[in-house]
């Protein structure tokens, strides 16, 4: 058991499991047609190379801080001790805006796959939100995975690893299945275009990468209840980061390779058409979603781990109510930061996409904040604390650190208003100001119950 009071029981396949399963979500099914007739096929694959060596860079920066710090909260951890206690709150307040949004959009999300497979499933609108109609079949679907996935993250750390490991086996079989099937039935006419609009396809998909990736920093917040040496976390950071990129780079070339690009302007859904095509049956299309199912899942469920544990840490140092560091008392759990978080996934579904799609955005921005003040913690802590144990140490660090600290800050200009992936004014500002302001009044009156 950590000095926390968590239970150190994560193998390193279900460390591993847990960060590919939170990076490689719906995404894959549902936007592959859109990366390739926006981009190109090279121009998609360059957009994920270039992407993915961003984030790389980025990864590997917090492979060497958690390696030197395995503490609970990650990012809190690793920001007090460069910037002290102002600076590990806004760092650690950015990145829980990313991890309260996902798994609340993904309680939307689910019920879209449900749609591709019974197309009559939608029944008993209730209302619309910013024109996105909200139904009660949609919202029931939404409402009880979130109950069930609620349930598996208080039941244990462990249970919660077995369920994820399940769900990622089962979506990477199919795509592997996916990817085999394509190499034997491929028409190479479909490669064209290879770049769209010029560069500015490339650029559309390149904006979209971040948002993409975010989940290899639940390992971070997780490490207390990891049961390795901690090289080897780093090394699982890094690598996760790798067959992200890689999935995503493949499954969007074998798309490309089993559809034309007329086919793909048409398809609501191309891997699962894709699939389709490839194994002459509308059965494999739909295993497909099914795959697509489970991403939302272990995405989900890795959130809810990565938020709870962000919501734990910020508790237990006097940041948010003290309420949040409860550990269950069987479990051994932060249930009730879990339990916070099921609660906002519970009332989503009846907002509509709309809005959810904003909080999305806004939450990427904010995990680029949190991930610039990692970049320069890893600088300022080579400075200061040269001598810290570093069992995953990366070479060249200044340049690795200097340049990851660049990207974040090139990512954050891409939402700025000037940027091709500017925040929609005025919802998605006014979300990231609303956030900044709710974390505003927990500091203050944290800091003044602290001096009292």
């Given at each position: ?85 102002t600076g590990s709150f806004i760092c650690t307040w950015a990145i829980l805006m990313a991890y309260i949004t996902v798994p609340t959009f993904e309680s939307a999300a689910l019920p879209t796959a449900f749609e591709y ?71 190479f006419t479909n490669i064209t275009p290879l770049f769209v609009d010029d560069y500015h396809g490339f650029f559309a998909v390149l904006t979209m990468i971040p948002a993409l990736m975010i989940g290899f920093d639940v ?234």
């Amino acid at each position: 058991m950590s000095s926390a009071g968590l239970v150190r029981t994560l193998s390193r396949k279900e460390v591993l499991v847990l960060a590919v399963g939170a990076m490689i979500g719906w995404s894959w099914v549902i936007m592959t047609g859109i990366w390739l007739t926006s981009a190109g096929t090279f121009g998609t694959l360059l957009a994920f190379l270039v992407g993915g060596v961003a984030i790389l860079l980025i990864s590997l920066t917090y492979a060497e801080l958690v390696s030197a710090m395995p503490k609970v909260g990650g990012e809190h951890v690793y920001s007090e001790r460069a910037f002290g206690r102002t600076g590990s709150f806004i760092c650690t307040w950015a990145i829980l805006m990313a991890y309260i949004t996902v798994p609340t959009f993904e309680s939307a999300a689910l019920p879209t796959a449900f749609e591709y497979l019974f197309p009559d499933f939608k029944a008993g609108y209730l209302w619309s939100v910013f024109d996105a109609d909200v139904y009660l079949s949609y919202a029931f679907i939404g409402v009880f995975a979130t109950v069930a996935l609620t349930l598996v993250n208080v039941w244990g750390v462990k249970f919660m690893a077995v369920v994820q490991t399940t769900i990622t086996a089962g979506f990477l079989i199919v795509g592997a299945m996916f990817i085999m099937g394509v190499t034997s039935k491929f028409n190479f006419t479909n490669i064209t275009p290879l770049f769209v609009d010029d560069y500015h396809g490339f650029f559309a998909v390149l904006t979209m990468i971040p948002a993409l990736m975010i989940g290899f920093d639940v390992i971070p917040q997780s490490a207390e209840e990891i049961n390795l040496n901690p090289k080897a976390i780093g090394k699982i950071l890094v690598f996760s980061v790798v067959m992200a990129i890689l999935w995503y780079s493949l499954i969007s070339l074998a798309v490309a390779l089993s559809m034309s690009n007329e086919q793909l302007t048409t398809s609501s859904m191309a891997t699962a058409d894709a699939n389709a095509n490839v194994w002459n049956g509308q059965w494999a299309g739909d295993l497909m979603v099914l795959a697509g199912v489970a991403g939302i899942i272990s995405s989900w469920n890795a959130f809810i781990l990565g938020g709870s544990r962000a919501m734990f840490a910020l508790a237990q140092a006097q940041m948010l109510p003290a309420v949040f560091a409860k550990l269950h008392p069987k479990y051994n759990t932060p249930y009730m930061a879990i339990l916070f978080i099921g609660l906002l996934c519970c009332i989503s579904p009846f907002f509509g996409k709309t809005i959810l799609v904003w909080l999305i955005d806004a939450g990427s921005f904010a995990v680029v904040i949190g991930y610039g003040m990692v970049a320069y913690a890893f600088i300022k802590l080579r400075k200061t604390e040269p001598a810290m144990p570093r069992p995953f140490r990366v070479k060249h660090g200044k340049f690795v650190g200097w340049s990851a600290l660049i990207v974040s800050i090139c990512l954050g200009w891409v939402y700025m208003p000037w940027g091709p992936g500017a925040l929609l004014w005025p919802y998605e500002w006014a979300m990231v100001l609303g956030w900044t302001l709710l974390g505003g009044l927990f500091y203050v009156f944290s800091r003044a119950k602290k001096s009292t």
